[in-house]
């Protein structure tokens, strides 16, 4: 059974970067496409973008300039950057793997809290 | 991008059936049969219910049905139980000239 598990900084000060890493357990991260998504407190979801297992990747367009999602097959793991960060970008962040070309997210992590604070 | 429109709240008795909409555009619901829902349970990761309108994961309940008519998606919880109340997210795929997938702003339901 495949595990997530998201870990990174829990406070993030404004205009810095945010780094997250998604471990994952029980499959190969090179069979899949991975996508992080976001819910700030009380809200929705917000996708924020996938990397696929050949590497390409794609964010939401508000994001694209600001966020980078990688892999790292060796230690089977994805991260994510997203830098010049305010207030708005504090949220609960998940890493979720996708079966479908990127668009379905059969496993999610538990998700982290990622404050934005000074 | 937009997102898709859901209504807040929802409830039912149990044993009651109960139908949650997803209304998008031509450019998204209309256009592909990639509509997703997702339940949330206080606290915890979205879990997958309900992909390409209406295919169950391995493991949901069949109470859980989804459809699609137009620019309007729906899910369907039959046989109410406590344990389905949570908050519902639907998603659709909105590509085009570039990838992206919206989500609804999420339905409460409440098991009366």
């Known amino acids: 059974q495949v595990q997530l598990q998201e870990s990174g900084p829990g406070l993030v000060k404004p205009s810095e970067t945010l780094s997250l890493t998604c471990n994952v357990s029980?499959?190969?991260?090179?069979?899949?496409?991975w996508t992080w998504v976001r819910q700030p407190p009380g809200k929705g979801l917000d996708w924020i973008g996938y990397?696929?297992?050949?590497?390409?990747?794609n964010y939401k367009p508000s994001l694209r300039s600001r966020a980078t999602i990688s892999l790292d097959t060796s230690k089977n793991q994805i991260s994510l950057r997203l830098n010049s960060v305010t207030a708005a970008d504090t949220a609960v962040y998940y890493c979720?793997?996708?079966?479908?070309?990127?668009?379905?997210?059969?496993?999610w992590g538990r998700g982290i809290l990622v404050t934005v604070s000074s | 991008q937009s997102a898709l429109t859901q209504p807040p709240s929802a409830s039912g008795s149990p044993g009651q059936s109960v139908t949650i909409s997803c209304t998008g555009t031509s450019s998204d619901v209309g256009r592909f049969d990639y509509v997703s829902w997702y339940q949330q349970h206080p606290g915890k990761a979205p879990k997958l219910m309900v992909y390409?309108?209406?295919k169950r994961p391995s493991g949901v309940p069949d109470r859980f049905s989804g459809s699609k008519s137009g620019n309007t998606a729906s899910l369907t919880v039959s046989g109410l139980q406590a344990e389905d109340e949570a908050d519902y997210y639907c998603s659709s795929y909105a590509g085009g000239n570039n990838f992206y997938v919206a989500f609804g702003g999420g339905t409460k339901l409440t098991v009366l």
């Open positions: 990397i696929s297992f050949s590497g390409s990747t």
């Open positions: 390409e309108v209406n």
């Open positions: 979720a793997r996708s079966a479908v070309g990127g668009i379905v997210f059969d496993h």
């Open positions: 029980g499959d190969r991260i090179n069979n899949y496409y």
